[in-house]
């Protein structure tokens, strides 16, 4: 039994103050976490944005002895480890990962190039997984860390014209759950938020090819799917209640348990698409989706061939 006085000890003071790097800071979910992140001086924050965003974030934080600002393009491998060794010298390491900078391209299969789906997949998972492996020898020798990979409801189901989007979320995925085994004896903690829809402006920001550009008023074959999931997920998203700052919050939460979930639904939506995932049978999880896509009954009749 513990002796009385330990109970009336004044608590030692806290030294350890994670350091917490954050990509995509512009906008968004990175924008939010890092204005969540601003006033907590428990912690030493990296906000980071490709150099063309910057200003933005310079408009927004004053940059002090516990909130740094720098330019980080994700796709880029010289500028990933330029960054960490910076990070490395000046706090001896990251602490905590969260990987949110990302694109999303809409536009259907066929409709993408080689070229779109290299710079889908190099924002969205070839860069993330690029700082994973810089920020891992540190977690791995201090015996804790976390990485937050910001995912979607994409990574759980794919949705027509976003095929590259899902992939990278999917490859995103993947990764982390191999990766949750490979960390949890060295006591690194890996967790997936998934977002679905979230009310703000984002999906103005969508990547087009050269054939998805709405400007050529999306004739031909695919005109349907064009014309009612660009609408159809414009809608849902002001329609959704769950705000950037929202997600933020569940961020941090994820930031401060002890051992977070690997997979953390971080909207209502996102929350009832796993679950349907989960106890819907597979033979009839596709056709229900189909049947609740705006119109997907009469997409492409005057252009399909299929046989009756």
Same mark, same amino acid.
Request: a positive charge; glycine letters at 4%; one cysteine or more.
């Given at each position: 039994? @513990? +002796? ?14 994670p350091v917490v790097l954050i990509t995509g800071c512009s906008s968004g979910i990175g924008m939010a976490v890092a204005k969540l992140l601003h006033g907590r001086t428990e912690y030493r924050i990296i906000a980071t944005a490709r150099e063309k965003s910057l200003e933005k974030v310079?408009? *927004? ?19 990933? *480890? ?6 490395? @010298? ?9 990987? /949110? ?26 860069? +993330?997984?690029?700082?994973? @492996?810089?920020?891992? !020898?540190? =977690? ?19 949705? +027509? ?8 979320? $999917? ?13 949890? +004896? ?8 998934? !977002? ?8 103005? /920001? ?10 050529? /008023?999306?004739? %031909? ?33 994820? =930031?401060?348990?002890? /051992? ?12 009832? $698409? ?20 705006? %119109? &997907? @009954?009469?997409? &492409?009749? *005057? ?6």
């Open positions: 039994m @513990r +002796p009385l006085i330990y109970f009336f000890q004044r608590k030692k003071p806290q030294y350890y103050k310079r408009n *927004e934080f004053l940059e002090d002895e516990r909130f740094l600002i720098r330019a980080l393009d994700v796709t880029d491998e010289k500028s990933r *480890e330029q960054l960490i060794r910076d990070i490395n @010298r000046t706090w001896g390491g990251v602490d905590i990962l969260i990987n /949110n900078a990302g694109i999303s391209y809409r536009a259907v299969v066929e409709h993408m190039t080689e070229q779109d789906e290299e710079l889908q997949m190099a924002t969205n998972y070839f860069g +993330p997984m690029g700082l994973i @492996r810089l920020c891992l !020898p540190h =977690m791995r020798e201090t015996g804790r860390g976390k990485i937050i990979n910001i995912s979607s409801v994409s990574g759980m189901l794919a949705m +027509p014209t976003m095929s590259a989007y899902s992939a990278s979320k $999917f490859a995103l995925e993947g990764a982390s759950e191999s990766l949750w085994y490979e960390m949890r +004896p060295f006591g690194v903690r890996i967790c997936l938020v998934q !977002p679905g829809f979230i009310h703000s402006p984002s999906h103005k /920001n969508v990547y087009h090819t050269a054939q998805s550009d709405p400007t050529r /008023n999306w004739s %031909g074959p695919y005109c349907d799917f064009y014309k009612n999931m660009t609408p159809f997920v414009e809608r849902m998203m002001n329609m959704s209640l769950t705000t950037p700052e929202k997600v933020a919050k569940q961020i941090l939460k994820a =930031m401060k348990a002890e /051992n977070p979930p690997l997979w953390l639904p971080a909207t209502l939506d996102a929350t009832v $698409f796993y679950y349907i995932r989960r106890l819907l049978p597979r033979r009839m999880l596709l056709p229900f989706l189909y049947w609740c896509l705006p %119109g &997907a @009954r009469n997409w &492409a009749k *005057e252009h399909s061939h299929r046989r009756k």
